[in-house]
């Protein structure tokens, strides 16, 4: 399966105006974002879990990353609310589920093979930082390595960004809208540009909160273990 495939080209899409896809889970269900592969796959996905609903022990071989969007994700770690970040690196396991149900954003065989670094933190209850222009955006970063560099940022009403990330960039909406590329990107719209493309965003008149994930696009390798 090929979704958004070719890493060389802008891509967006506006989940929340796509149908949900049953898993093999049942009760899971997902809006696939950009995906290589079939149920082993490269993927980035928007994914619900049903009220009850669970996962069998697994483990992640090429590591996962997500951020809670609504409900409470829950694992053996213990329970994760709207705003978790969490990574868990290759070859760490658990058994996911949820008593009340969640969605979640969720990002799988994305890892360095060496990343080891677990996280756990909080997008919402964090402490921003104002970047140092004058231009009103406030920035909290969640992770950051050599490869790439994660992190929530809100932009104030009506600002302008233009940026040129030199090893592409991932937007997720959270709340709020901006304007890219003449399409409107409101809460679970998702865009991706490759490295070199410039971001050129105008926020819209309430502000937005975003997802940012930096640097990661500048060499893009599907794992052997990637079933195409």
Request: proline share 7%.
């Amino acid at each position: 399966m090929h979704i958004n495939s070719d890493f060389s080209r802008r891509a967006a899409v506006h989940a929340a105006r796509e149908r949900w896809v049953p898993s093999p889970i049942p009760g899971v269900e997902r809006k696939m974002l950009d995906r290589v592969g079939d149920e082993i796959a490269r993927a980035t996905s928007i994914v619900r879990y049903r009220p009850g609903s669970h996962f069998s022990p697994h483990v992640h071989h090429g590591g996962e990353e997500f951020l809670v969007l609504d409900g409470v994700f829950q694992d053996e770690s213990g329970d994760f609310p709207v705003g978790s970040y969490v990574r868990n690196p290759p070859q760490s396991s658990h058994t996911p589920r949820s008593d009340n149900g969640c969605t979640i954003f969720v990002k799988l065989w994305q890892f360095s093979p060496a990343d080891r670094t677990s996280v756990k933190a909080s997008a919402f209850d964090c402490q921003y930082k104002a970047i140092d222009n004058g231009s009103g955006v406030e920035s909290f970063t969640l992770f950051e390595d050599a490869r790439e560099v994660v992190r929530i940022e809100r932009w104030p009403a009506n600002h302008v960004t233009l940026r040129t990330p030199s090893g592409g960039i991932e937007v997720l909406c959270l709340e709020g809208s901006f304007t890219e590329g003449g399409d409107l990107f409101s809460a679970q719209s998702w865009l991706r540009l490759p490295p070199g493309q410039p971001l050129e965003a105008n926020c819209g008149k309430d502000g937005c909160l975003l997802w940012i994930k930096e640097g990661h696009l500048r060499d893009v390798s599907i794992p052997a273990e990637i079933q195409r």
